[in-house]
């Protein structure tokens, strides 16, 4: 959502002159926000400086993918709480709704049957301005009667960028 100029001097490595500042973008959270949401871990901040940022599979992928922060088990007919490390933040002008919608990976839904324990996470833009930071943490659970493991890299959730309108009255 930048608007970029590239120059390439001859003989040197392209130089990036942005010309708006950012509308939309994914950073780590603290680590102590970090820490405070994980508890007890033993690799935790080793975990921590391994977060990804949310990616995009393929050029055409609707959404980017969010990555297990760290190796987890969920057992069958239980749920479990990953803090991914991750905010969104935004820069919106007056009168742009954007929200981001928080979905499973459809491969865990068909293979596993694993899902959101709300169905579907709704980060709003403000939420960036909590005393979490903004931290999204994304609850999952385990309908099957086989336990379900999720490895630290691992493209878990993902999520989609929708424009909104808000309804008179």
């Known amino acids: 959502f930048l608007h970029c100029l590239m120059f390439y001097p001859l003989g040197h490595t392209p130089l990036l002159l942005v010309t708006e500042e950012f509308k939309m973008r994914f950073e780590k959270v603290s680590f102590k926000t970090w820490d405070d949401a994980v508890g007890c871990n033993f690799n935790i901040r080793t975990d921590y400086d391994d977060i990804k940022l949310p990616k995009q599979g393929t050029t055409y992928s609707m959404g980017m993918d969010f990555f297990m922060p760290f190796d987890m088990k969920i057992y069958p007919k239980s749920s479990a709480v990953i803090p991914t490390g991750i905010r969104w933040r935004t820069?919106?002008?007056?009168?742009?709704?954007?929200?981001?919608?928080?979905?499973?990976?459809?491969?865990?839904?068909?293979?596993?049957?694993?899902?959101?324990?709300?169905?579907?996470?709704?980060?709003?833009?403000?939420?960036?301005?909590?005393?979490?930071?903004?931290?999204?943490?994304?609850?999952?659970?385990?309908?099957s009667e086989h336990t379900i493991e999720l490895e630290k890299g691992k493209a878990f959730a993902q999520d989609i960028v929708m424009p909104y309108k808000i309804c008179d009255g």
């Open 91 to 143: 820069t919106m002008k007056e009168g742009d709704r954007y929200g981001l919608l928080i979905v499973p990976r459809s491969g865990l839904g068909f293979k596993y049957g694993l899902r959101l324990a709300n169905t579907v996470g709704v980060i709003d833009a403000d939420y960036q301005n909590s005393q979490n930071e903004g931290h999204i943490i994304i609850k999952l659970y385990n309908p």
